[in-house]
């Protein structure tokens, strides 16, 4: 069974939009997550939430390092952003857009940012900025930026995403995000993504190459199909 660990970023009080009364990134990021764990579920893929109540925040280590610790195969961290203030201490609200940053330890890690990203930007109305790597530092250009990636990726589990669902400054994602029943959406599209990426939401055709009335043939056949290098077993039918 697929695992996969769901990240709501920051705490129930971080962080305020300056455009859309009561939008706070760390509880709709935690109401994204709770939606997207039930709809990873109707896939049959388990998940983790690392905030284990609205007002939890766990280090970024302790986040991160979850991913290995429960042995899941893909760890996401849920956020909106916001741009650098101005010189005059106020937001750039025109800037629109959601990002995936993914883990630099693993180069196939793109195609899943990819997908991600350009479904969760058809669904809040923008343009996709982009999939992403982010490196620590000049002397540690191997090193994941993002405290959260990072660990989980240490931590054994490298496709390690962080998803910027647009600009909380952006009246319009915002305004996005303020709604239920646009997370719930948002949750079951990212849901849809992640299952076919495990191979979980796609209709699969198989192959049957043999039948036998006794058992140890079955057995034999399989075996000679695993040592031509194919996937295979025996059904009782
Ligand atoms: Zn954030």
Redesign the pocket.
């Known amino acids: 069974m697929y695992k996969v660990t769901i990240d709501p970023?920051?705490d129930h009080q971080?962080?305020v939009s300056p455009t859309v009364k009561n939008y706070t990134?760390g509880v709709q990021?935690y109401k994204l997550a709770g939606y997207l764990a039930l709809a990873l579920k109707e896939y049959d893929i388990e998940s983790e939430i690392t905030r284990k109540s609205l007002k939890d925040c766990p280090t970024l280590e302790d986040r991160g390092k979850l991913a290995g610790k429960n042995g899941s195969n893909l760890f996401v961290s849920l956020?909106?952003?916001a741009p650098g203030k101005k010189k005059d201490g106020t937001y750039d609200t025109s800037i629109t857009g959601t990002c995936v940053y993914y883990s630099l330890t693993d180069e196939d890690n793109k195609d899943l940012a990819d997908e991600l990203g350009n479904v969760i930007s058809a669904k809040m109305g923008h343009n996709y900025r982009g999939s992403k790597t982010k490196e620590y530092s000049e002397e540690h250009p191997d090193w994941d930026y993002y405290g959260v990636i990072r660990n989980a990726a240490r931590s054994g589990c490298k496709a390690a995403y962080l998803i910027?669902h647009g600009f909380h400054t952006c009246p319009k994602d915002a305004a996005y995000l303020m709604s239920d029943s646009n997370l719930r959406q948002l949750a079951q599209a990212e849901a849809k993504v992640i299952a076919e990426y495990f191979g979980a939401g796609k209709t699969l055709y198989r192959v049957q190459i043999g039948a036998f009335s006794n058992r140890q043939n079955a057995e034999a056949y399989k075996k000679k199909a695993e040592a031509d290098g194919y996937q295979a077993f025996v059904v009782e039918a």
């Open positions: 970023g920051h971080s962080n990134e990021m956020h909106s952003n910027e």
